[in-house]
């Protein structure tokens, strides 16, 4: 069972705030931005939900909790509308920069999640390639690492979990590839796309590889422990609490 209103929030901070990730690393984002005329600042506002502002120029996207500096925005009556808007493109009511959100959303943003969709829903075909492969898997890291605060502040079996995970940083990543760390403090968790100085537990997965097939259940967790391929150290009983969490991931996710 998933709740509409904590899957508005891993859309937002799970799905679309990955755009920042794909501006960052693919090539043919870099492309997308590098058309824009002008800066925008995208805010969408969830009525009893997420609201989150996605600032875009020619040199990357990024996301921030809140509607500050926004250019333009788009309000959703409520979680159900918004996560259409993910589903199937249906978009909310415009009340900021009109002109501006409709013709960047129908262009620009469209090409944007076109693209972050490919790579996060991938054909077969195209994980032979190994670049792609590579890229899909990191963008997949960002997705889940941010979902994961999305459902420990949202989801109510998540919340569950949440309450009971002492205060500290949790690093987790793929190793020489991508880092974040999961912040937690009082039972709300953030995540932020870095690696960090100090963690209270860590979690690493040896390569690539082996973190694309524990994301698509393809390989085995208590397996690869055993062989050393997943790497946990420090307060173990909160990367304990983050697996429970990712139990929810992958039902949100699909």
Do not use: W
């Amino acid at each position: 069972m998933t709740d509409a209103k904590a899957m508005a929030y891993v859309n937002m901070y799970g799905v679309l705030a990955t755009l920042e990730n794909l501006c960052e690393i693919d090539d043919e984002a870099k492309s997308i931005l590098a058309s824009l005329k002008s800066p925008v600042s995208l805010c969408f506002d969830v009525a009893d939900g997420p609201c989150g502002t996605f600032h875009f120029t020619k040199n990357g996207c990024e996301f921030k909790e809140g509607s500050a500096g926004c250019t333009c925005k788009m309000n959703f009556s409520s979680p159900e509308k918004f996560n259409a808007l993910i589903d199937s493109s249906k978009p909310g009511i415009p009340t900021k920069g009109v002109v501006q959100v409709l013709s960047f959303l129908l262009g620009p943003f469209t090409k944007l999640t076109n693209r972050l969709t490919k790579l996060l829903r991938p054909s077969d075909e195209d994980m032979k390639d190994k670049a792609f492969f590579e890229e899909s898997t990191i963008l997949t890291f960002y997705t889940i690492v941010g979902a994961i605060s999305a459902l420990a502040n949202s989801d109510p079996i998540s919340m569950f979990t949440a309450k009971s995970t002492v205060d500290g940083v949790v690093s987790m990543g793929i190793k020489d590839k991508c880092y974040a760390a999961v912040k937690i403090k009082n039972s709300h968790f953030t995540t932020i796309k870095k690696k960090p100085e100090n963690p209270r537990a860590i979690m690493e997965f040896a390569d690539v590889e082996l973190a694309h097939g524990l994301f698509t259940g393809t390989a085995s967790t208590i397996a690869e422990l055993c062989e050393g391929n997943i790497y946990m150290c420090g307060m173990i009983s909160m990367v304990d609490n983050l697996n429970r969490i990712l139990d929810r991931v992958a039902v949100y996710l699909g």
